[in-house]
T-cell receptor, first 110, second 114 residues
Framework: EDQVTQSPEALRLQEGESSSLNCSYT??????LFWYRQDPGKGPEFLFT???AGEEKEKERLKATLTKKESFLHITAPKPEDSATYLC???????????FGTGTRLQVFP | EAGVVQSPRYKIIEKKQPVAFWCNPI?????LYWYRQNLGQGPELLIR????????DSQLPKDRFSAERLKGVDSTLKIQPAELGDSAVYLC????????????FGQGTRLTVV
């Protein structure tokens, strides 16, 4: 069965305290892995797509990496405005359907 | 450029009543999705359209849910009759075409069934 598991469920960081969010997946035929950011009361906002093991992508303080079984979202020197829920999703080959994890709720305190 | 527009933002109804949600995707986007997001969960796909054709509705509860996308532009999702368990956020998303990876989401409609 296709499954996406994110950990931790919640993470509290001090401003400037770097950390990583994990997304582990089991899927038959991975087409791509996606990271989204979701602020309260809003829809998910696209961050990254990763297609193959070893691939890395960066955007400001965020860096996403991918292995054959999991992806990490590294947050370097986070700021309070990085507080949000971060969602991971996988897309299978031959389908456009996104299978989402339950998300990691990040809070960054000044 | 306008993003994905959904209305209403919030809806409170009594159980057994009907409700409808509306979505206008980004101009030129052929693929449209309806997702449901329960509190503390990730979005789950209900239905996907390629233009006006529903190409994946396997997770749409067809006994009470229906959707349409006339003329391949805006779309309506309907629930009749609503149940308490239907309380959730209903999200609409669109992409330029099949296989395009970046889905743009609307702000969602928060439905509360009492």
């Amino acid at each position: 069965e296709d499954q996406v598991t994110q950990s931790p469920e919640a993470l509290r960081l001090q401003e400037g305290e770097s950390s990583s969010l994990n997304c582990s997946y089991t899927v038959s035929g991975l087409r791509g892995l996606f990271w989204y950011r979701q602020d309260p009361g809003k829809g998910p906002e696209f961050l990254f797509t990763l297609y193959s093991a070893g691939e890395e992508k960066e955007k400001e303080r965020l860096k996403a990496t991918l292995t054959k079984k999991e992806s990490f979202l590294h947050i370097t020197a986070p700021k309070p405005e990085d507080s949000a829920t971060y969602l991971c999703a996988v897309q299978k080959i031959h389908t456009d359907k996104l299978i989402f994890g339950t998300g990691t709720r990040l809070q960054v305190f000044p | 450029e306008a993003g994905v527009v959904q209305s209403p933002r919030y809806k409170i109804i009594e159980k057994k009543q009907p409700v409808a949600f509306w979505c206008n995707p980004i101009s030129g986007h052929n693929t449209l999705y309806w997702y449901r997001q329960n509190l503390g969960q990730g979005p789950e796909l209900l239905i996907r359209y390629e233009n006006e054709e529903a190409v994946d509705d396997s997770q749409l509860p067809k006994d009470r849910f229906s959707a349409e996308r006339l003329k391949g532009v805006d779309s309506t999702l309907k629930i009749q009759p609503a149940e308490l368990g239907d309380s959730a956020v209903y999200l609409c998303a669109s992409t330029p075409g099949r296989g395009n990876t970046e889905a743009f989401f609307g702000q969602g409609t928060r439905l509360t069934v009492v």
